[in-house]
Nanobody, 127 residues
Framework: QVQLVESGGGLVQAGGSLRLSCAAS????????MGWFRQAPGKEREFVAA????????NYADSVKGRFTISRDNAKNTVYLQMNSLKPEDTAVYYC????????????????????WGQGTQVTVSS
């Protein structure tokens, strides 16, 4: 049973920073392609960032490129999303996802490519 637990969300002013964490059960992170998605009220869930299982390949949504960074710590079985220069439009529930099984360098850019999801953490950016 794969479990993903997000943390680190909260309320921050525009221009501020937050770091989200996604703690996984077992050796999920080292075996999976990982991704972050978000869903704002009244909107569909959208891709934010992804990282491959091997080699640290990454991909970002255009809306967060240059501001957000996804990273992984296999020893801690945790994936991070560092969010800088936050904007009110970044307000959403942020979800961590794992694609397992996966090929070594694969990046999942669509929600239907992921098999496991966390419960989400709320990020609110005030103007």
């Amino acid at each position: 049973q794969v479990q993903l637990v997000e943390s680190g969300g909260g309320l921050v002013q525009a221009g501020g920073s937050l770091r989200l964490s996604c703690a996984a059960s077992g050796r999920t992170v080292s075996s999976s392609a990982m991704g972050w998605f978000r869903q704002a009220p009244g909107k569909e869930r959208e891709f934010v960032a992804a990282i491959s299982r091997i080699g640290g390949r990454t991909n970002y949504a255009d809306s967060v490129k240059g501001r957000f960074t996804i990273s992984r710590d296999n020893a801690k079985n945790t994936v991070y999303l560092q969010m800088n220069s936050l904007k009110p439009e970044d307000t959403a529930v942020y979800y961590c996802a794992a694609r397992l099984p996966t090929t070594p360098y694969e990046l999942g850019l669509e929600s239907n490519q992921y098999h496991y999801w966390g419960q989400g953490t709320q990020v609110t950016v005030s103007s």
